[in-house]
């Protein structure tokens, strides 16, 4: 919650705040060109000064005249079983309803002037606004992921199949995101005139199918179950627009009035979504008798099936089809939008982060997963509008929902879906990895952040950042499966995408982690003695070697996919996928060997220094080089040994769960030693205790000049980052 003492600090300017130090300049320039930076920081009086509340409607008739929409609808017919009137029946009726809390909600945005999870301090308290954020940024994240499904498969319609799903995701992905980094601005902008050609190709598309949707013959009666599971995935659909109602209001004048905003804003809702669903309903209802309908929908393909549509009225059908693919963007960008949003609610320190950044932070976890689910879009609808409407409502009774109640409902929905795919010991084995892997994910890139961006944070060196940055892209490597079933085959591209990561990551933790050794060495040595003569400078090269490195490992784990593809494979009960030739993992192994050797040997060596000198070192009374040395030092010990002991087995056919849960509890051990530094941990008490902390000069392996250094002495580079003028920290 926002208290009085920390209004006067975040009703400051937004650029000022964002700006203020020299890392920040390439930050000026992209508010210069009109990039919003405002997260979470709310809007005062003064600035809400927009009265162009006609916007407000588009961008809900925008964000919902798209496929994703369509596809809702045909959902009735297809899996539930019902009629084209019955369903209707149930979108017009169910949609009534659920579209009066996200309406009502935007009303909020003008008077308080704060985005819509920031409200829900005021019901859930500071810290227990976080249950609900983190479900909030899961429905987003799925409606994202559904967006880009349908995007791509559309996409791939139009060529005929010659341009994968995985290319058309990457596309739509790309578009989306170059709207919400620009703003709100851009995205109204955007959403004022994107709806009118999707509105178009709908229109053409039902005069040149209309003629079959009116022969469709009348369906079984429908029953009580199958009304009520339709009605709940609608209102999953619509409900959950509540938590980020008043994301987009924030700017209009607190004088307006509200019944007109709330009218805006529910014929926005209603209009779209009532239309196309209905439409999406009538369309699937008939497919099974329009052969050239059905054949275009095979497996579930929803882009397929409006390609069909469009046929008759040939290469000009395929253009349109081309831009009903792109209609997606109009949703996954205000999505993306909200999601930057939810995260620094659901973070807090992070609020000092401008917003753009975590619009690449929100794609980077969308793309992967869309991938994922792309070939099995129904289940993947289904299961998600199914089981996110579940906690919608606690956000809007707050009191009268119990989480005692809310829960064990949805733990047991996730436990028992997730029985039907992973039985016994392989189960517990899978999701343990996983979770290993996504919670080091999380919690590096809240160090990352954290460390980079946080005012009251010591600058850190490159060394460092490339170390945490390593880790991350290894815990992405290993979890691109997330979601998938041990009982089939993920996608070619996506199996020899994750085979090339995982043989080419190791070398590159492994040189980042030699790198932070070598530094901290380098930072010893310069506390010891005093430089003398010329020294050559390493900077460059431990920057820029472990990616060469891993970059030579991918590209020859790239060409041997390419020239025997049938060596990618994802092997039974293995939780991710390899390569069956042993070259890669021979050329990785040796690699990680060598490189492992070289790191040990500099432990050693700043072991043998610290013992030689440590009353020296703890007569100069530098509180931070010690302890942050040993974190450094005993991450590389265990680390190494942990990636030695994984390569020696990558020669034989099989790596027990009990070697991958070893390697999958790397990353956390990272984020135990790297997140528990002084100045990060201040930094989250300080803000947890509603206190300002005075900025902290640059710390661990910084130190003043030396008495033996006269002003002006020539020094290297390298060891000049070690420096109270220049120093770098950890």
Same mark, same amino acid.
């Given at each position: 919650?926002?208290?009085?003492?920390?209004?006067?600090?975040?009703?400051?300017?937004?650029?000022?705040?964002?700006?203020?130090?020299?890392?920040?300049?390439?930050?000026?320039?992209?508010?210069?060109?009109?990039?919003?930076?405002?997260?979470?920081?709310?809007?005062?009086? $003064?600035?809400?000064?927009?009265?162009?509340?006609?916007?407000?409607?588009?961008?809900?008739?925008?964000?919902?005249?798209?496929?994703?929409?369509?596809?809702?609808?045909?959902? *009735?017919?297809?899996?539930?079983?019902?009629?084209?009137?019955? !369903?209707?029946?149930?979108?017009?009726?169910?949609?009534?309803?659920?579209?009066?809390?996200?309406?009502?909600?935007?009303?909020?945005?003008?008077?308080?002037?704060?985005?819509?999870?920031?409200?829900?301090?005021?019901?859930?308290?500071?810290?227990?606004?976080?249950?609900?954020?983190?479900?909030?940024?899961?429905?987003?994240?799925?409606?994202?992921?559904?967006?880009?499904?349908?995007?791509?498969?559309?996409?791939?319609?139009?060529?005929?199949?010659? +341009?994968?799903?995985?290319?058309?995701?990457?596309?739509?992905?790309?578009?989306?995101?170059?709207?919400?980094?620009?703003?709100?601005?851009?995205?109204?902008?955007?959403?004022?005139?994107?709806?009118?050609?999707?509105?178009?190709?709908?229109?053409?598309?039902?005069?040149?199918?209309?003629?079959?949707?009116?022969?469709?013959? @009348?369906?079984?009666?429908?029953?009580?179950?199958?009304?009520?599971?339709?009605?709940?995935?609608?209102?999953?659909?619509?409900?959950?627009?509540?938590?980020?109602?008043?994301?987009?209001?924030?700017?209009?004048?607190?004088?307006?009035?509200?019944?007109?905003?709330?009218?805006?804003?529910?014929?926005?809702?209603?209009?779209?979504?009532?239309?196309?669903?209905?439409?999406?309903?009538?369309?699937?209802?008939?497919?099974?008798?329009?052969?050239?309908?059905?054949?275009?929908?095979?497996?579930?393909?929803?882009?397929?099936?409006?390609?069909?549509?469009?046929?008759?009225?040939?290469?000009?059908?395929?253009? +349109?089809?081309?831009?009903?693919?792109?209609?997606?963007?109009?949703?996954?960008?205000?999505?993306?939008?909200?999601?930057?949003?939810?995260?620094?609610?659901?973070?807090?320190?992070?609020?000092?982060?401008?917003?753009?950044?975590?619009?690449?932070?929100?794609?980077?976890?969308?793309?992967?997963?869309?991938?994922?689910?792309?070939?099995?879009?129904?289940?993947?609808?289904?299961?998600?509008? *199914?089981?996110?409407?579940?906690?919608?409502?606690?956000?809007?009774?707050?009191?009268?929902?119990?989480?005692?109640?809310?829960?064990?409902?949805?733990?047991? $929905? +996730?436990?028992?879906?997730?029985?039907?795919?992973?039985?016994?010991?392989?189960?517990?084995? +899978?999701?343990?990895?996983?979770?290993?892997?996504?919670?080091?994910?999380?919690?590096?890139?809240?160090?990352?952040?954290?460390?980079?961006?946080?005012?009251?944070?010591?600058?850190?060196?490159?060394?460092?950042?490339?170390?945490?940055?390593?880790?991350?892209?290894?815990?992405?490597?290993?979890?691109?499966?997330?979601?998938?079933?041990?009982?089939?085959?993920?996608?070619?591209?996506?199996?020899?995408?994750?085979?090339?990561?995982?043989?080419?990551?190791?070398?590159?933790?492994?040189?980042?982690?030699?790198?932070?050794?070598?530094?901290?060495?380098?930072?010893?040595?310069?506390?010891?003695?005093?430089?003398?003569?010329?020294?050559?400078?390493?900077?460059?090269?431990?920057?820029?070697?472990?990616?060469?490195?891993?970059?030579?490992?991918? @590209?020859? !784990?790239?060409?041997?996919?390419?020239?025997?593809?049938?060596?990618?494979?994802?092997?039974?009960?293995?939780?991710?996928?390899?390569?069956?030739?042993?070259?890669?993992?021979?050329?990785?192994?040796?690699?990680?060997?060598?490189?492992?050797?070289?790191?040990?040997?500099?432990?050693?060596?700043?072991?043998?220094?610290?013992?030689?000198?440590?009353?020296?070192?703890?007569?100069?009374?530098?509180?931070?080089?010690?302890?942050?040395?040993?974190?450094?030092?005993?991450?590389?010990?265990?680390?190494?040994?942990?990636?030695?002991?994984?390569?020696?087995?990558?020669?034989?056919?099989?790596?027990?769960?009990?070697?991958?849960?070893?390697?999958?509890?790397?990353?956390?051990?990272?984020?135990?030693?790297?997140?528990?530094?002084?100045?990060?941990?201040?930094?989250?008490?300080?803000?947890?205790? *509603?206190?300002?902390?005075?900025?902290?000069?640059?710390?661990?392996?910084?130190? !003043?000049?030396?008495?033996?250094?006269?002003?002006?002495?020539?020094?290297?580079?390298?060891?000049?980052?070690?420096?109270?003028?220049?120093?770098?920290?950890?």
């Amino acid at each position: 919650m926002f208290e009085d003492k920390k209004d006067n600090d975040v009703q400051q300017d937004i650029e000022s705040t964002l700006v203020g130090s020299s890392r920040s300049r390439w930050s000026q320039r992209l508010l210069s060109w009109g990039v919003e930076g405002r997260g979470i920081i709310p809007v005062a009086p $003064e600035d809400r000064t927009d009265t162009q509340y006609y916007k407000n409607f588009f961008l809900w008739f925008a964000w919902n005249v798209n496929i994703l929409s369509f596809s809702a609808g045909t959902l *009735g017919p297809v899996a539930f079983g019902l009629g084209v009137r019955d !369903s209707c029946l149930v979108i017009l009726f169910f949609n009534l309803l659920c579209a009066l809390p996200p309406a009502y909600l935007t009303t909020w945005g003008p008077q308080l002037g704060l985005r819509q999870m920031v409200q829900a301090r005021y019901s859930f308290g500071y810290f227990g606004v976080i249950i609900p954020c983190i479900l909030n940024l899961i429905g987003m994240c799925g409606f994202c992921i559904l967006n880009c499904i349908l995007g791509g498969q559309t996409l791939s319609s139009v060529a005929d199949g010659n +341009l994968s799903w995985t290319v058309g995701i990457v596309v739509i992905s790309i578009i989306s995101l170059l709207v919400s980094f620009c703003g709100i601005k851009v995205i109204g902008w955007y959403e004022r005139i994107a709806w009118i050609p999707v509105v178009i190709v709908f229109v053409i598309a039902l005069g040149v199918g209309g003629k079959h949707i009116m022969a469709v013959p @009348a369906a079984e009666p429908a029953t009580a179950a199958a009304v009520l599971s339709f009605g709940s995935t609608i209102a999953g659909f619509v409900i959950t627009y509540s938590p980020l109602s008043s994301d987009f209001t924030i700017y209009f004048r607190p004088d307006v009035s509200r019944v007109r905003l709330f009218l805006y804003s529910y014929i926005g809702f209603l209009l779209p979504i009532v239309t196309l669903q209905c439409l999406g309903a009538a369309v699937a209802a008939s497919a099974p008798f329009v052969p050239a309908w059905d054949e275009g929908y095979a497996g579930g393909n929803v882009g397929g099936l409006l390609e069909a549509m469009l046929q008759p009225v040939g290469n000009f059908g395929k253009f +349109l089809t081309v831009l009903l693919s792109l209609s997606v963007a109009g949703n996954i960008a205000p999505t993306l939008y909200s999601m930057c949003l939810n995260i620094q609610v659901f973070i807090p320190i992070l609020y000092v982060v401008p917003r753009y950044i975590f619009s690449i932070v929100a794609t980077a976890i969308v793309l992967p997963l869309a991938i994922v689910g792309s070939h099995r879009f129904y289940d993947t609808l289904t299961n998600f509008l *199914g089981l996110i409407g579940y906690w919608a409502n606690i956000l809007l009774s707050e009191s009268p929902v119990s989480p005692k109640k809310i829960a064990p409902m949805i733990i047991g $929905e +996730l436990l028992h879906r997730a029985e039907a795919s992973y039985t016994g010991s392989e189960r517990r084995c +899978l999701v343990a990895f996983y979770v290993l892997q996504l919670t080091g994910f999380v919690g590096l890139l809240i160090i990352l952040l954290t460390g980079t961006f946080s005012p009251t944070v010591a600058k850190r060196h490159v060394c460092w950042l490339n170390f945490i940055m390593s880790w991350i892209i290894s815990t992405i490597s290993y979890s691109l499966l997330v979601g998938h079933s041990m009982d089939w085959e993920p996608p070619h591209g996506l199996c020899l995408t994750q085979a090339i990561l995982v043989y080419s990551v190791p070398t590159l933790t492994a040189c980042t982690t030699t790198a932070l050794v070598i530094h901290v060495s380098v930072a010893i040595n310069a506390l010891l003695s005093p430089p003398s003569g010329v020294h050559f400078n390493w900077t460059p090269f431990l920057y820029v070697v472990p990616y060469i490195a891993s970059g030579g490992t991918a @590209a020859l !784990s790239l060409a041997i996919g390419l020239k025997d593809p049938d060596t990618v494979a994802r092997r039974e009960s293995e939780m991710y996928c390899n390569f069956e030739n042993r070259t890669p993992s021979r050329v990785s192994s040796a690699l990680v060997a060598g490189i492992m050797v070289l790191c040990l040997g500099i432990e050693v060596f700043v072991l043998v220094k610290l013992r030689k000198n440590w009353m020296h070192l703890r007569r100069k009374r530098d509180r931070q080089t010690i302890p942050l040395t040993l974190r450094v030092l005993a991450f590389s010990a265990v680390g190494c040994m942990a990636i030695v002991l994984g390569f020696v087995f990558v020669f034989n056919s099989y790596r027990g769960p009990a070697l991958n849960l070893i390697l999958g509890s790397v990353p956390l051990l990272a984020v135990l030693l790297f997140g528990t530094q002084q100045d990060i941990l201040d930094s989250w008490f300080y803000l947890f205790r *509603g206190k300002e902390r005075p900025k902290t000069e640059n710390l661990s392996l910084h130190y !003043s000049n030396p008495s033996w250094m006269a002003p002006g002495t020539s020094r290297d580079p390298f060891i000049a980052s070690y420096t109270g003028t220049e120093g770098q920290a950890y």
